[in-house]
C-alpha cells in the first residue's frame, strides 16, 4: 500500500488543522493505520491510530483529548483531526498502516510509510 499526507500548513496556537492519509494499491481496510510525528533533533513519536474499521483508536498521552483519528475505507482515507494546536506541535506528520487488526505504538511495527507533512503552530 502506498500512503500520501497532506492537510499541513501554519496555524496560531489554540487553532486546528485536519491532516489527510491518502491510500493507493491495496485494500486499505485491510491495514491498521497510524499517525506519528517527528520534531527537529527528536525521534519519530506515535500520535494516534486506529483499527481496520475505524475503532480500537488509540493516542499518544501529549495529545489524547485534542486529536482525533478517523477513517472512511470507502474512500481509502484516514484522518487526523488536530485542535488545540500548540507551538509544541509543530513537526513533521507521517502517516503508516500496518497489515493488522489493531494500531501500534512503535516505529518498527509499521511496514508503510507515506511522505511527511509539515504543521507549524505558531505562539
Known amino acids: 500500500v502506498q500512503l500520501q499526507a497532506s492537510g499541513g500548513g501554519l496555524v496560531q496556537a489554540g487553532g486546528s488543522l485536519r491532516l489527510s492519509c491518502a491510500a493507493s494499491g491495496q485494500t486499505s481496510s485491510a491495514y491498521a493505520v497510524g499517525w506519528f510525528r517527528q520534531a527537529p533533533g527528536k525521534e519519530r513519536e506515535f500520535v494516534a491510530g486506529?483499527?481496520?474499521?475505524?475503532?480500537?483508536?488509540a493516542y499518544g498521552d501529549s495529545v489524547e483529548g485534542r486529536f482525533t483519528i478517523s477513517r472512511e475505507n470507502s474512500n481509502n482515507k484516514a484522518y487526523l483531526q488536530m485542535s488545540t494546536l500548540m507551538p509544541e506541535d509543530t513537526a513533521v506528520y507521517y502517516c503508516a498502516a500496518r497489515k493488522a487488526a489493531f494500531p501500534a505504538r512503535t516505529v518498527e511495527s509499521y511496514a508503510a510509510w507515506g511522505a511527511g507533512t509539515q504543521v507549524t503552530v505558531s505562539s
Open positions: 486506529t483499527g481496520r474499521r475505524g475503532f480500537d483508536s
